[in-house]
């Protein structure tokens, strides 16, 4: 009996404890990152507050991954409007097992959210000026990207709620 009752009570827990760490983290991280923090290419935001618009690009080593931030420019508009990314330096990202760590680029813009019930449409691509060598964790011949856009603009409409 009691094993049925906490079966019973463990999703209500759950949640309990998804709807608290949402909103916390809701009101204490406005930060969209572009494309994967946008589903459906669109998301809601606290109305007013600083927003932090992020999007990057990550690669299996660091030295392709300097290489390819030498080489690029991230080129964000919000409404239409070109705004300037600030460029980070190469930071690693570890996965759980070893030896295929990866490393990122990103860019990333502080604004402030649109009102209740206003809109902003951001987009961000990535412009390279020549082209890359990406070593895929080291296996086989280096991919070359080319230069020039990477890909078609991500959009992404952000709404103040």
């Given at each position: 009996?009691?094993?049925?009752?906490?079966?019973?009570?463990?999703?209500?827990?759950g949640?309990?404890?998804?709807?608290?760490?949402?909103?916390?983290?809701?009101?204490?991280?406005?930060?969209?990152?572009i494309?994967?923090?946008c589903?459906?290419?669109?998301?809601?935001?606290?109305a007013g507050?600083?927003?932090?618009?992020?999007?990057?690009?990550?690669?299996?080593t660091?030295?392709?991954?300097?290489?390819?931030?030498?080489a690029?420019?991230?080129?964000?508009?919000i409404?239409?409007?070109?705004?300037?990314p600030?460029q980070?330096?190469?930071?690693?990202?570890?996965?759980?097992?070893?030896?295929f760590?990866?490393?990122?680029?990103?860019?990333?813009?502080?604004?402030?959210?649109?009102?209740?019930?206003?809109?902003m449409?951001?987009?961000?691509?990535?412009?390279?000026?020549?082209?890359?060598?990406?070593?895929?964790?080291g296996?086989?011949q280096?991919?070359?990207?080319?230069?020039?856009?990477?890909?078609?603009?991500?959009?992404?409409?952000?709404?103040?709620?």
């Amino acid at each position: 009996m009691r094993a049925k009752s906490l079966r019973l009570m463990a999703p209500v827990f759950g949640l309990l404890a998804f709807v608290l760490l949402s909103t916390v983290a809701y009101a204490d991280d406005p930060t969209v990152r572009i494309p994967g923090g946008c589903p459906g290419r669109s998301v809601a935001v606290p109305a007013g507050s600083s927003l932090t618009l992020v999007s990057g690009w990550t690669m299996a080593t660091r030295g392709n991954t300097q290489a390819f931030a030498n080489a690029a420019t991230g080129v964000m508009t919000i409404n239409g409007q070109p705004v300037t990314p600030v460029q980070s330096e190469v930071f690693p990202i570890p996965f759980d097992t070893e030896p295929f760590d990866a490393w990122r680029v990103q860019w990333s813009f502080t604004t402030t959210a649109p009102g209740v019930g206003q809109s902003m449409v951001v987009t961000f691509t990535i412009v390279l000026a020549r082209g890359v060598a990406d070593h895929e964790f080291g296996i086989g011949q280096p991919a070359i990207i080319p230069a020039g856009q990477l890909f078609p603009p991500f959009t992404c409409t952000v709404t103040g709620t």
